[in-house]
């Protein structure tokens, strides 16, 4: 029950943010994986096991930042989201938070939309995290070769899960201001980002409060 009143906490912050923003705090965005899409917020892969949202959001809300994160609805539109995403910091950055205090962190589809984001902003100093979502099928399509990483990039990914590196998408210029990956080695695979697991949640919040 409370994993679930703080998930509906976060959702709500998610639709009223203008009313209560401060600029001085930092803001992070979570988006997550494309199987919390289909309704249940604690879905079971047949391969990857459970997906807790909740308890990641759960473990996400500990930290000195304000958390925006909401379920999103079957089959999702990466780029209607990602406008989407664009109209809530663009309200940040109006109300006067500083761009460095902004980050978008996503895992798998929400880490696609986050790249989506990442290049129609083409803000320098915005702060963007992509976990499991690089691979070969970056070059599928026209829309997909046309993306660019802008801002300050950390990728995180599993040693043992298909979508690997983001040297590739990171090389595509403009050049982000800056880029920092980190491999993780829990032998999950995809699922490696489906638990609110160290490995990966404690460089995140490094990187997010890092000087």
Request: with cysteine; hydrophobic share 40%.
């Amino acid at each position: 029950m409370r994993s679930f009143l703080c998930l509906l906490s976060v959702l709500l912050f998610f639709h009223v943010a203008a009313e209560n923003m401060d600029p001085w705090h930092k803001y992070v965005f979570y988006l997550h994986g494309a199987i919390i899409e289909d309704g249940n917020l604690r879905p079971v892969h047949e391969r990857y096991g459970l997906y807790d949202y909740p308890a990641i959001i759960s473990s996400l809300s500990k930290y000195d930042f304000q958390l925006i994160s909401e379920q999103r609805q079957p089959d999702t539109d990466h780029l209607l989201y990602a406008k989407k995403i664009v109209s809530e910091i663009n309200e940040l950055l109006n109300a006067g938070v500083k761009p460095e205090n902004i980050t978008i962190a996503g895992f798998s589809k929400g880490a696609m939309i986050t790249v989506v984001t990442s290049s129609l902003l083409e803000n320098d100093e915005l702060n963007f995290v992509i976990m499991a979502t690089c691979g070969e099928w970056y070059e599928n399509s026209d829309f997909l070769k046309k993306l660019r990483l802008r801002g300050n990039i950390l990728s995180i990914y599993e040693k043992s899960d298909v979508a690997g590196w983001c040297q590739s998408l990171v090389s595509r210029l403009p050049a982000p201001s800056s880029f920092i990956e980190i491999e993780i080695d829990t032998g999950k695979e995809h699922g490696a980002f489906y638990l609110p697991h160290d490995e990966w949640i404690k460089p995140l919040i490094s990187w997010i409060n890092r000087k």
